[in-house]
C-alpha cells in the first residue's frame, strides 16, 4: 500500500513537473523510469490517470522506444554499441568478458536484481571506442582494466556519482576546421543582425548563401525558412534535429557539446524569420551525458537576454528552447517521425505531403533543421551569403563534418569544404590500405578503393556526415551484416514491405554470411532491394538495402567467396523434413527423396 501511494506520488510529481500535458508523455516515461527503474503495469496506469489518457496509449508509446523498459533491468543498466566500429575495436569480446565477470547471462538481469548488460545500436562514440551506456550516460574507450574495475563498482553498489570521471569523458577530436568550427562567434551576432537589418535581408543571404540541409537530404534551406515563414498562422515553431541516430555520425555531438550557443543562436534566428516564439532541441537519447551544460547554456543566454522575453531589448522578440530527449528510436531522427514523437506518441514517419513546413509540430507550421544547418545559419547571418558561397562547390556551397571512424589512426571530426575527395579525406585521417568506405552510415553508400577519387558533395557522393573505412584486413560482410540488423531492429513496423523486407534481407544476408548462401540468393537480395526502395514508406525502408545492392556491385567477390558451388541452397534442409512423412508412409525408394533438380524447379522463379 505505501509502495503504490509512494508510486502515485512520484509520478504526480513528475507529470506536474511537466504541467500535465500528454505531449510530454516521452519526457515524463523517462523521468517515471529514471525514478523506479522500469515502467511497470502500475506505473503505466498511474501516468495514464494523471494525463488522462488512455493506459493503451502509455503502454504503445512506452514498448516503441528502446530505452523505456516494461519489464524490469538492473539498478545498473549497461548497453554495448553495438556499431560495427564498436565491433571492430573488440566490443563483442569486451560483452562476453563483462557477463562472465559479472555473473550475468547476456540481455538478462542478475539473480540479486543489481544489474543487466546487453546491446544497442550505434551510441554516437565511434571516434572513441568500444563504448556503452550506463543507466544512459555514455562509457567510453573500454577495455578489459576499466571493465574490471566497473565489476568492482557494481558489486560495490557504488552510485554512478562515484565512478571516476575519466570513464565518461567525451573527447571532441577535432581534428580540421574551416569556416564552421574555425572562426570566432561573438555570441548575440547574428541576433543582432536580424534586428538590424530584418528578416527579409537575412532571408536573402540565406538565398545567396545556397546552404542545404545538414542532416543528408540536403533542401535548400533558404525555401525551407521561406515556405514556413509564407505559411498561414500565428503560432509556428522551430526545431532542432539533434537525433544523430545514423550509426558513425557523431559531429552533431559535438557541435552541441563545443558549439551548443551557435545552434542555439541559429535556432532563434529562425525564430525571428519565420515568426515562432518557441524552439524544441530534439536531443538523441545517448546524448544524455550533454543535457546539464546544454540547460545552463539557456539558462545563461535567458540571463543575458540572447533567450526568452524581449530578446536584446525588443519586446517584439520572444523565443524559447525546450530540450526534448529522445529514446532509442532510430527512425525518430525522421523529420515527421520526430514530431510525432515530440508531440508524445511512438515515432511513425506520417504521409507526407504536407511537409512540416506547413503541418508540423501540433499541425503548425515548422522548420525541422539538423544542427549543422542552424549553425552555419547563424554563420551565414553575419559573415553573409556570399562568404558562405565563396566555399564548396556548384551545388553544394559552403563545408561539411564529417565524422571519420573505423580503420584510421585519426578518428574524429573534419571540416572540409564540399567537394573535396575521399582519396584526400583517407590520407588526412591516416587511413592506410583501405578497402572500402561506408558513406553516410547503413543509409548511405559503400565505395570501394575505384571510387577513391570521388567527391563529397551533392553533385556526387552526398552524406550527412558519417564516414566509416574498412581497411583490407575487414571482411564486408561482416558489416553488411552488421547493418541488415540494425535495419531490422530499427525499422518502426509500421508498412509491410519494410518491416518483412528487412527481416528477408537480414535472413538472406545471415544464410550466405555463415556460408550456405547460392547465386539464387544473391539474385533474390537485388530482387528485394529494388521492391523496398519503391515501396517502402519512408527514406528508412528505402534505404535500408543500399550497403547490400552497393556491396553486391562494388565487392562481387566478398559474396562470391561465401557461396557453396550449387545454383541454389535451400533456406532449411527440405529433405531432412520429410523424415517424418517417409516413416509414416514406411517410403525408403529413391523417388521418396529430394534432389537438387527437384529443389530447383521449386525454387526458381
Ligand atoms: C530514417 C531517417 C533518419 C534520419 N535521421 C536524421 C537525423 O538523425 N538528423 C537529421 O538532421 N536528419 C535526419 N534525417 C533527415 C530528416 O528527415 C530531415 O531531412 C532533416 O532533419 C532536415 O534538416 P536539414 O534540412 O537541415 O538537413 C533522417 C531521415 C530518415 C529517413
Ligand atoms: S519504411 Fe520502415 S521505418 Fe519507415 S514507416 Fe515503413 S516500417 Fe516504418
Known amino acids: ?40 503495469p502500475a506505473a503505466v496506469e498511474c501516468v495514464a490517470g494523471e494525463l488522462g489518457i488512455s493506459p493503451d496509449k502509455v503502454r504503445n508509446v512506452a514498448e516503441f522506444y528502446s530505452f523505456l ?8 543498466d549497461i548497453l554495448f554499441s553495438d556499431n560495427i566500429t564498436d565491433r571492430m575495436l573488440g566490443s563483442r569480446e569486451l560483452l562476453h568478458y563483462l557477463c562472465e565477470r559479472l555473473g550475468v547471462e547476456v540481455n538478462a538481469i542478475r539473480a540479486d536484481g543489481r544489474v543487466s548488460v546487453g546491446a544497442t545500436s550505434c551510441t554516437g562514440m565511434c571516434d572513441q571506442g568500444p563504448a556503452a551506456l550506463v543507466n544512459g550516460y555514455a562509457l567510453t574507450c573500454l577495455d578489459k582494466p576499466r571493465l574490471d574495475r566497473i565489476v568492482d563498482l557494481v ?6 556519482a562515484e565512478w571516476p570521471r575519466e570513464f565518461f569523458e567525451v573527447v571532441s577530436n577535432i581534428r580540421r576546421a574551416d569556416i564552421l568550427l574555425g572562426r570566432h562567434f561573438a555570441d548575440g551576432a547574428a541576433l543582432r543582425a536580424v534586428l538590424r537589418r530584418g528578416p527579409e535581408a537575412i532571408l536573402e543571404e540565406m538565398v545567396k548563401s545556397g546552404l542545404r ?8 534551406s533558404a525555401a525551407k525558412w521561406i515556405s514556413c515563414r509564407n505559411a498561414p498562422g500565428e503560432v509556428k515553431y522551430v526545431v532542432c534535429n539533434a537525433d544523430e541516430g545514423e550509426p558513425g555520425t557523431f559531429k ?27 524552439g524544441f532541441v530534439y536531443l538523441r537519447g545517448e546524448y544524455r551525458y550533454l543535457v546539464d551544460a546544454l540547460q545552463a547554456t539557456l539558462r545563461r543566454r535567458r540571463e543575458v537576454g540572447l533567450l526568452g522575453e524581449a530578446i536584446l531589448g525588443d519586446p517584439g522578440f520572444c523565443f524559447d528552447i525546450d530540450i526534448h530527449m529522445g529514446a532509442g528510436a532510430y527512425v525518430c531522427g525522421e523529420e515527421s517521425a520526430l514530431i510525432e514523437s515530440l508531440e ?21 507550421p515548422t522548420v525541422v533543421n539538423n544542427v549543422e544547418t542552424f549553425a552555419a545559419t547563424a554563420k551565414i547571418a553575419v559573415e553573409g551569403g556570399e562568404w558562405f558561397a565563396s566555399r564548396g562547390t556548384a551545388e553544394s556551397k559552403g563545408t561539411k563534418l564529417l565524422s571519420l571512424s573505423g580503420d584510421c589512426e585519426r578518428p574524429g571530426i573534419y571540416e572540409y569544404p564540399f567537394g573535396v575527395t575521399v582519396r584526400r579525406v583517407l590520407e588526412d585521417c591516416g587511413a592506410r590500405n583501405a578497402q572500402g568506405i561506408q558513406m553516410a552510415g547503413p543509409a548511405g553508400h559503400m565505395i570501394s578503393a575505384r571510387q577513391f577519387d570521388r567527391r563529397i558533395c551533392f553533385e556526387d557522393l552526398a552524406t550527412g556526415g558519417s564516414f566509416m573505412v574498412f581497411d583490407q584486413s575487414r571482411d564486408i560482410l561482416d558489416g553488411i551484416r552488421n547493418f541488415a540488423h540494425f535495419f531490422v531492429h530499427e ?28 547465386r539464387y540468393d544473391l539474385e533474390e537480395m537485388r530482387k528485394l532491394g529494388r521492391l523496398m526502395q519503391v515501396a517502402c514508406h519512408c527514406g528508412l525502408g528505402q534505404t535500408a538495402p543500399n550497403p547490400v545492392l552497393d556491396s553486391l556491385d562494388q565487392f562481387p567477390e566478398s559474396w562470391e567467396r561465401r557461396l557453396r558451388s550449387t545454383t541454389f541452397e535451400p533456406a532449411f534442409d527440405l529433405n531432412a523434413a520429410l523424415d517424418d512423412a517417409r516413416r509414416l508412409t514406411g517410403r525408403s525408394d529413391p523417388g521418396a527423396y529430394l534432389n537438387e533438380e527437384d529443389l530447383l524447379v521449386g525454387a526458381m522463379p
Open 344 to 364: 508524445g506518441k511512438h515515432g511513425v514517419p506520417r504521409i507526407r505531403p504536407p511537409f512540416p513546413t506547413t503541418h508540423g509540430y501540433l499541425n503548425k
Open 252 to 278: 552533431d555531438r559535438v557541435l552541441m557539446q563545443d558549439f551548443a550557443d551557435l545552434v542555439f543562436e541559429g535556432m532563434t534566428l529562425c525564430g525571428r524569420v519565420i515568426g515562432a516564439r518557441q
Open 69 to 76: 523498459y516494461t519489464q524490469p533491468r538492473g539498478s545498473y
Open 491 to 518: 525499422s518502426c513496423g509500421f508498412c509491410t514491405p519494410c518491416r518483412v523486407g528487412t527481416s528477408l534481407m537480414r535472413d538472406l544476408v545471415d544464410k550466405i554470411h555463415a556460408g550456405h548462401g547460392a
Open 1 to 40: 500500500m505505501a509502495e503504490s501511494s509512494t508510486l502515485a506520488q512520484t509520478i504526480r510529481d513528475i507529470v506536474q513537473r511537466h504541467d500535465g500535458l500528454p505531449t510530454r508523455l516521452l519526457q515524463i516515461l523517462r523521468e517515471t523510469q529514471d525514478s523506479l527503474t522500469w515502467l511497470s
Open 155 to 160: 558489486n560495490r553498489q557504488t552510485p554512478l
Open 213 to 220: 540541409g545538414q542532416g543528408g537530404a540536403g533542401f535548400k
